[in-house]
């Protein structure tokens, strides 16, 4: 055999181990892209949760990613409710998902606006920082088109890991929140089925297939509160000048219904659900006269009013096991 030809299927040799190679790890991604569509294994996700989050201290500092769901008012709530020491930042848009949030080429509306405050941090910074024992995600609404249009099951593991890496001791969170009133399917309905059908399923537990992280990630479980609270009000009639899911959402100054934007006593509902899961406390015996984060007095719900609301959001935390709250 000539030194030639034997040069040459040397080479041809190299060449299909290098397309081999290629080939192989192209199949490596692929496959654990399809691992991260299908999500984790039951017993993966049993193994995550079957433990508790370790016990948060005092005066915990807090980074909230979001939109007009969040607000300013809320986060200056839970911080009245936590008292001394606690402390919190925020990036927010209007209707901004996690998506345009992360992209720097894409636009968040109302970004000057929303976030023309003291307590403001650029989100990129914010999240890899190290700064946060807790940064709380919050994916735009409607979350089916979240989902299928701003791929909410790539980002929040991005942000996830950004979190992860700058602090392995941070804790993360998605906020779940909830459809428009007026929603066609009905707005209970859609609580009730979209808690695991899109917030966990398709966003919370994309980050336990992508990151395999040592500490998963953990539930916010707003949506579910409200729909606990109205609920219990609603099958009373109503408790004084409460009577119906309506009172929990803004109006006008036509008087006309925000279908989703909280007022005042939405805000508290949400601020003592954040501070339950947070803080892994029943808020039962809270403060319930506030203030927003202009320093002006928010309308306080009745003593009444307030304590259902405190039980409920206790009652509901503790029952879900992807809070990490004990059981």
Same mark, same amino acid.
């Given at each position: 055999m000539s030194a030639g030809l034997e040069k040459t299927r040397m080479t041809d040799r190299t060449t299909l181990l290098i397309i081999l190679a290629i080939l192989g790890g192209m199949a490596a991604v692929a496959w654990t892209m399809i691992a991260a569509r299908s999500g984790p294994d039951p017993e993966t996700i049993r193994r995550a949760y079957a433990t508790p989050a370790p016990p948060p201290g005092d005066g915990l500092r807090v980074f909230h990613?979001?939109? $007009?769901?969040?607000?300013?008012?809320?986060? #200056?709530?839970?911080?009245?409710?936590?008292?001394?020491? &606690?402390?919190?930042? %925020?990036?927010?848009?209007w209707g901004t998902s996690l998506m345009q949030h992360w992209e720097p080429d894409e636009p968040i509306k109302?970004?000057?606006?929303?976030?023309? &405050?003291?307590?403001?941090?650029? #989100?990129?910074?914010?999240?890899? %920082?190290?700064?946060?024992? #807790?940064?709380?995600?919050?994916?735009?609404?409607?979350?089916?088109?979240?989902?299928?249009?701003?791929? $909410?099951? %790539?980002?929040?593991?991005?942000? #996830?890991? %950004?979190a992860r890496a700058g602090n392995a001791e941070t804790r993360v969170y998605l906020y779940e929140t909830w459809p428009r009133l007026d929603d066609p399917d009905g707005w209970l309905t859609r609580l009730d089925r979209d808690v695991e059908r899109y917030w966990t399923e398709e966003i919370l537990l994309r980050d336990l297939a992508v990151n395999a992280p040592e500490r998963p990630a953990y539930l916010i479980p707003a949506g579910q509160v409200m729909a606990a609270f109205v609920r219990a009000l609603e099958s009373r009639g109503s408790i004084g000048a409460v009577q119906s899911r309506q009172d929990l959402f803004r109006r006008t100054e036509a008087d006309e219904l925000d279908p989703i934007h909280v007022n005042d006593l939405g805000a508290y509902l949400v601020a003592l659900t954040h501070y339950a899961v947070l803080y892994q406390r029943s808020p039962v015996g809270l403060p319930h006269e506030l203030r927003r984060a202009d320093g002006t007095p928010a309308a306080a719900p009745s003593e009444e009013v307030a304590r259902l609301m405190q039980r409920t959001v206790w009652e509901v935390v503790k029952e879900e096991e992807m809070t990490g709250v004990p059981q």
């Open positions: 990613l979001g939109h $007009s769901l969040v607000g300013r008012d809320m986060p #200056a709530m839970l911080q009245q409710l936590a008292g001394t020491g &606690h402390a919190y930042e %925020s990036q927010l848009g109302g970004f000057d606006e929303e976030n023309a &405050h003291p307590r403001f941090r650029p #989100a990129h910074e914010a999240v890899g %920082s190290g700064d946060y024992d #807790a940064v709380v995600l919050t994916e735009m609404v409607e979350i089916r088109d979240a989902i299928k249009y701003h791929d $909410s099951g %790539s980002y929040f593991p991005k942000w #996830a890991a %950004s």
